[in-house]
């Protein structure tokens, strides 16, 4: 039997694909009408000046995420100063507009500042705690909630990553160190342990919920899963789904953190049709947002993309940029892409 959900996708990569006479033409209804927990959307500041990006922003969501001036690389400078123009403007619109601020990142091993590296451990771990203190204190009583520590599962899966945090603080000293100490920034927060690839590598999603458990059991205040979800389109049906029952046992807050879907596939000869990869995208993304709405409502944080349209995706761009690809819910013009319909559909239960 062909359910009424698998016409509705497969007619909307017919549109994705030219062939638009079967594309039911729908409207786009609002995302946070729709859904009963936050969507959320990675910004910029110079989104702001943007009218049709506010436009679209304010339409569908409830919720921003500072895609990179929250984070290190643009707060502190190799001198240690430390600059706050950006993120401010970001909490400032929030508040303007009565939106969720949500904070990413307070340690990454991947921004670890030059001016960490020139510090003897003494000194290292006064200024870490510092940082998190300066920073997620600046936003106490604003942020509903900050990815504490980003990314610290190895790329494998196997184990976990060393970075510049582990080698002075320990493998996993530098995790609780940073959650204990953003705990007496902000009480208030919900705090969240990040990380990508958890639904397409069973092993690193496997990893990341062992290293939640062992935090868990030491009393460290690990309050909520994040899972960034830049999803593998081409990963098997029900790996995603599999993952967030595995993810649902804590019972904590879980925020799909990071949600884009890339058409491209890098590292092979691609050999699917544009209607393949469309229906593949819509799959995966369906899947995902089915999951995340099958969850108990205390765990539904929230449900954020990484970026409102195609061309404002990180994955745009770059060298390795076609400009093809739309890994987001809207084209360049602010149109609903196949995608965003497939996250509709999830959220209807069509
Ligand atoms: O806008 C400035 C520009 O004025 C300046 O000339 C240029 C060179 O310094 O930098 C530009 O800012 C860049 C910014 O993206 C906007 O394009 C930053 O250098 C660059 O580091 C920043 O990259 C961000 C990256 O995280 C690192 O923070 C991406 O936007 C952001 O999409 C990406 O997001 C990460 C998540 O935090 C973690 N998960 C993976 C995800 C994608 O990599």
Redesign the pocket.
């Known amino acids: 039997m062909i359910d009424r959900r698998s016409v509705l996708l497969s007619s909307l990569a017919l549109a994705a694909c030219g062939n638009t006479e079967a594309a039911p033409v729908a409207d786009a209804t609002p995302l946070k009408s729709i859904a009963p927990f936050p969507i959320g959307v ?1 910004a ?1 500041s ?1 989104h702001f000046d943007e009218p049709a990006w506010v436009n679209l922003a304010l339409t569908h969501v409830s919720q921003l995420t500072p ?2 001036e929250m ?1 290190m ?1 643009y707060i502190l400078s190799e001198t240690g100063d430390y600059r706050w123009e950006a993120p401010d403007r970001i909490a400032d619109f929030c508040t303007a507009h009565e939106l969720r601020l949500y904070c ?2 307070l340690i990454w091993y991947s ?1 670890d500042s030059a001016f960490f590296r020139s510090l003897d451990p003494p000194r290292f771990r006064r200024e870490y705690d510092r940082y998190i203190a300066e920073v997620a204190g600046r936003y106490r009583g604003r942020a509903t909630g900050w990815d504490v520590v ?2 610290a599962v190895a790329e494998d899966g196997d184990g976990l990553r060393s970075c510049l945090w582990s080698d002075v603080l320990g493998q996993e000293g530098y995790i609780v160190r940073a959650f204990e100490q953003a705990k007496l920034a902000d009480p208030d927060a919900v705090l969240f342990l990040n990380d ?1 690839n958890l639904e397409n590598n069973p092993v690193k999603g496997a990893t990341f919920l062992r290293l939640v458990e062992r935090l868990l059991k030491a009393g460290v205040p690990v309050g909520g899963i994040g899972t ?1 979800s ?1 999803l593998d389109i081409e990963i098997p049906a029900g790996r995603t789904r599999a993952f967030f029952h595995e993810a649902a046992q804590f019972g904590l807050p879980i925020h799909v953190s ?1 949600l884009d879907a890339s058409l491209r596939s890098d590292s092979r000869i691609d050999t699917r049709s544009p209607r393949q990869k469309i229906d593949q995208q819509t799959a995966r993304v369906a899947e995902l947002t089915e999951a995340f709405v099958a969850l108990p409502a205390a765990q539904r944080f929230a449900f954020t993309v ?1 970026g409102l349209r195609d061309t404002d995706s ?1 994955l745009r761009g770059g060298t390795r940029d076609d400009g093809k690809d739309s890994p987001l819910l809207f084209d360049a013009a602010g149109r609903p892409n196949p995608m965003y319909r497939a996250v509709m559909a999830g959220l209807r239960g069509d």
């Open positions: 990675a910029m110079g895609e990179w984070k690389e990413t990142t921004q980003n990314e990508y960034q830049h990071e990484w990180w």
